[in-house]
């Protein structure tokens, strides 16, 4: 409040305490304190861009930049910050604009290509993703990013075989990175080569865990019950498990197994779902277990299991009045 503080070089100073702080709001608030107090220096513009930008508040950016003068600077990063500015604002052309002149400008710098990538993937603009992908990586100091990037758009632009030759050598440079197997998963799903997918889930699981479900399942969808049973038994307690284990039992035909299955369910909260109560009812009365199977039964409301109720009742009638027929 003093008359003889010079209010400019004060709400400056503030504002860059605030930004080293990680205080953006109040970096943002100081520093246009600042310029409104006659501050006009480009560098305090820029500083006020970063506030705006860490605040993700993309149109006042936008303003700061241009305050600033963007052909004066020498900071590629300011044309990253430009074209994200302006692609979350929605304004496609102007981000594009932005990364060209970016481009231009600073020719040995690849992230302007990098980041065209990822737009072009937003846009599902697939194809030319990964022409733009594969060039890029030819030339560039790339990731593991990078590299799924570039084979996610092949997968989404239908080039199965090319997806699948990129990611196997991309797993070779990668192999402690479960995204990359993950990703190949993807494309032999697409290829209909469940087998193939389950066995890169299964090594991705050992660097993941949470993805043994996944490998369980696809094991089972392939047909390797066996494997799939294994790698559910690995899996901690969980609705999923014991989702997946009941399907696995009855595909397997051990019935006996599954009627035992009865209260892991009822604690889980699994036998609200009607689909899950008629499974363990089956199992039951496969397993000879009539009443327990009929007391499942009773409680089905659904048209569609209502009927299949009906069925199994008839054949549990079957059974207790021709047993040989059943065993």
């Known amino acids: 409040a003093a008359e003889d503080v010079a209010a400019a070089r004060l709400y400056t100073l503030w504002g860059l305490v605030d930004l080293k702080q990680g205080d953006n709001a109040a970096a943002r608030d100081h520093l246009r304190q600042a310029i409104d107090a006659g501050q006009d220096k480009p560098v305090v513009h820029l500083y006020l861009a970063q506030a705006h930008y860490r ?6 950016t936008i303003a700061a930049i241009e305050a600033a003068g963007l052909a004066r600077q020498d900071d590629p990063n300011l044309y990253a910050i430009l074209a994200k500015s ?3 604002l ?6 594009w604009a932005a990364l060209d002149a970016g481009e231009e400008r600073y020719p040995g710098q690849t992230h302007f290509r990098r980041q065209k990538i990822f737009y072009l993937i937003e846009q599902e603009l697939y194809q030319k993703a990964a022409e733009l992908g594969q060039a890029y990586l030819a030339g560039a100091e790339a990731d593991v990013t990078d590299y799924l990037a570039v084979g996610r758009a092949l997968r989404g632009s239908g080039q199965l075989e090319q997806a699948r030759d990129f990611l196997e050598a991309a797993r070779l440079q990668y192999p402690q990175d479960h995204r990359v197997a ?3 998963a993807q494309v032999y799903l697409k290829l209909d080569q469940v087998m193939a997918a389950a066995h ?12 043994r479900s996944e490998a369980a399942e696809l094991y089972r969808r392939a047909g390797k019950l066996f494997q799939a049973l294994n790698l559910n038994a690995q899996i901690p307690e969980s609705e999923t498990k014991l989702k997946q284990r009941l399907a696995i039992l009855l595909e397997t035909e051990r019935y006996a197994q599954a009627a035992t299955m009865e209260d892991d369910l009822l604690r889980a909260g699994l036998l609200e779902n009607q689909d899950i109560r008629y499974a363990l009812a089956y199992a039951q009365f496969k397993n000879g ?6 007391n499942h039964l009773q409680q089905l409301s659904r048209s569609d299991l209502f009927r299949k109720a009906a069925e ?7 059974c207790k009045d021709a047993a040989w027929k059943c065993y």
């Not at 605040?55 to 006042?60: G, H, I, S, V, W």
């Not at 929605?90 to 981000?95: L, N, P, S």
């Not at 890169?200 to 993805?211: F, N, T």
């Open 182 to 184: 993950v990703e190949l």
């Open 200 to 211: 890169l889930y299964e090594q991705a699981s050992l660097l993941k865990p949470e993805l």
């Open 55 to 60: 605040l993700q508040e993309y149109a006042p």
């Open 289 to 294: 277990e009539f009443e327990r199977a009929e």
């Open 86 to 88: 302006h692609w979350e």
């Open 312 to 318: 199994l009742r008839k054949a549990m009638a079957d």
């Open 90 to 95: 929605g304004h496609k052309a102007q981000a």
